[in-house]
């Protein structure tokens, strides 16, 4: 099939590869000139595991080709994939400006080039936005089309994984030419027998922020009980296990940790509660839900100045990873950005490093914590002279590094870990002050009240 994918981002671009590497011939279009002359030259500009070699392969085999052009890809494709940012307002509510804006450049160019096309929203999209998209196409030409929605739910650092081996597909449409054409698109990627799931589009719309909402509430659910834990003396690890060993709780997504970050949780909890707003309805759990993640993003800078008597200023401190997550470079809503921007105004010093997120961190970070911050190349070169390390992501690097080699170089052995990398015993073995979420303070006599 002819797949043309607007928007290159992190899901455009991993979509469009994909596409490509099931023998599709996608051309992906984006406004960013810089951005398209990197892809033309072969070269991948975000970092998500496995996507070099799907690229590779299929600019390769000329399947995958890049423009700025949308008349371009309209011209050739059979189906369009609209992969365009849909920020948060001012009020929380979803930006759409991007997706219409497209939608009426389709309108006409429908008129140039007719011939039935079906024009996919994979955007994360409110409720009654296929209807919009639909509308703002038909009201420039006569021609034949479908607006499907198709919401994606792919993982940033496994977006490749879980594009090609998709737990499930959920197509949103009520025509059926378009949900056939969106099946056989599909079907190679879902041979193992992961369900298509075919629903009306509103439905569909909805399924999305449904299930980042669910996420982020299972998140938070589980920093509200590492919280209590702090105050009684629990170790959530322990009471983690002990739930989700129960197949109602399952055992994923329960990790305490400091708080949901990335360019769709936030956004998408934030879009579900205005929606509802604005329908009268008041979405109490999602309003707990993001209070609580704003205070859990710098609860590890709450811990610093209890164990510090509230003084700061004039600490060095590491940072290791500021991606929101591993396996990406994405800082979108990091923590990282939070805590380092918190800590600039308390008068620390950082050295920070991160495997793939430094030159991000640094395109997002606020000129305070900036010019309070250095950043080193490697893991280790952070711990020189430093009075404390700070944990932001759980990068498999950071995991199992030898604890009583490196907290040598620290001026200070103590580290707050806000990703629960370290088992308390080994880090009290070690010699650590060790202070993590929802766990008990190693190396400190008596904790103090958090
Ligand atoms: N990132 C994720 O993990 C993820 C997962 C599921 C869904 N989503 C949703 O998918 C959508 C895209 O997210 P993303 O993370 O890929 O965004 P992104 O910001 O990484 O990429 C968007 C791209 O669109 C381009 N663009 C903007 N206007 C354009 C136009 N008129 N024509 C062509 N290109 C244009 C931008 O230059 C950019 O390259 C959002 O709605 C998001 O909520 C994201």
């Known amino acids: 099939m002819k797949i043309g994918v607007v928007g290159t981002g992190y899901v455009g671009l991993v979509t469009g590869a994909c596409f490509a590497d099931s023998g599709n011939d996608v051309i992906c279009v984006d406004i960013d000139e810089k951005k398209v002359e990197r892809m033309r030259n072969g070269e991948v500009p975000i970092y998500e595991p496995g996507l070099n070699r799907v690229f590779d392969r299929s600019i390769r085999e000329n399947r995958l080709r890049f423009t700025t052009n949308l008349e371009e890809a309209f011209k050739e494709a059979d189906v369009l994939f609209l992969c365009l940012p849909t920020p948060p307002g001012a009020d929380g509510q979803a930006d759409l400006s991007f997706v219409l804006k497209v939608a009426d450049d389709l309108g006409e160019l429908f008129n140039r080039f007719p011939g039935y096309r079906v024009i996919v929203n994979k955007s994360t999209v409110p409720v009654g936005t296929a209807d919009k998209v639909r509308e703002a196409i038909a009201a420039k030409t006569d021609a034949e089309f479908d607006v499907v929605s198709n919401p994606e739910f792919l993982r940033e650092g496994a977006a490749v994984e879980d594009f090609m081996k998709p737990e499930r597909v959920v197509i949103g449409t009520s025509s059926p030419r378009a949900a056939e054409v969106m099946t056989t698109l599909y079907e190679p990627f879902v041979r193992s027998g992961n369900p298509i799931i075919t629903m009306d589009e509103r439905s569909s719309e909805l399924t999305k922020y449904a299930a980042n909402a669910m996420l982020a509430t ?18 959530v690890d322990n009471v983690r296990r002990g739930i989700g060993t129960d197949s109602r709780i399952g055992k994923r997504f329960l990790f ?76 979108r809503e990091a923590p990282a950005l939070y805590i380092a921007d918190e800590l600039a105004k308390l008068g620390v010093k950082m050295k920070a490093y991160d495997p793939e997120a430094i030159e991000t961190f640094k395109a997002s970070a ?10 080193t190349e490697d893991r280790d070169s952070v711990l020189e002279g430093i009075d404390a390390l700070v944990i932001c992501t759980e990068w498999n690097e950071f995991r199992r590094p030898d604890l009583e080699r490196f907290t040598k170089k620290m001026k200070a052995p103590v580290i707050f870990d806000g990703r629960n990398l370290y088992d308390l015993k080994r880090a009290k073995e070690a010699g650590l002050t060790y202070i993590s979420v929802g766990r008990p303070w190693v190396g400190v006599k008596e904790k103090a009240k958090v």
């Not at 659910?221 to 209590?228: C, Q, R």
């Not at 305490?256 to 879009?271: L, R």
């Not at 929606?275 to 590890?300: C, H």
């Open 218 to 235: 299972k998140i938070t659910f589980m920093n509200e009980i590492a919280n209590i834990c702090e105050r009684v003396g629990a170790d």
């Open 366 to 375: 606020t000129k305070q914590a900036l010019v309070s911050m250095e950043f």
């Open 256 to 331: 305490a940790g400091i708080g949901y970050g990335g360019s769709c949780f936030p956004k998408d909890v934030q879009a579900i509660h205005h929606t509802a707003g604005e329908l009268g309805y008041d979405f109490r759990i999602l309003d707990s839900v993001m209070k609580v993640n704003e205070t859990q993003k710098v609860s590890i800078v709450e811990k610093m100045k209890v164990f510090y008597n509230g003084d700061l200023a004039g600490k060095t401190v590491g940072i290791w990873g500021l991606s929101f997550k591993p396996e990406t470079d994405d800082v």
